[in-house]
């Protein structure tokens, strides 16, 4: 999938935790060391969501 939108969020969501990663306050550093990490079971499912809303955003991409 692709989009033309500037997402400025880096995420992982799997069935049992979150890890979200933001760009630093320049906009261009994304700094891996400093994500966000959850297991509680309301933070995966709005990162559920924000997956969703992405994807539901995005064209397939035909290689």
Do not use: P
């Not at 933070?43 to 809303?53: H, P």
């Amino acid at each position: 999938m692709v989009t033309d939108e500037n997402i400025k969020v880096g995420m992982t969501v799997t069935d049992r935790c979150l890890s979200l990663g933001l760009y630093k306050k320049d906009g261009v550093t994304y700094d891996t060391t400093t994500d966000l990490f959850s297991f509680n079971r309301r933070a995966i499912e709005w990162g559920r969501r924000l997956f969703e809303y992405y994807h539901q955003r995005s064209d397939i991409l035909e290689i």
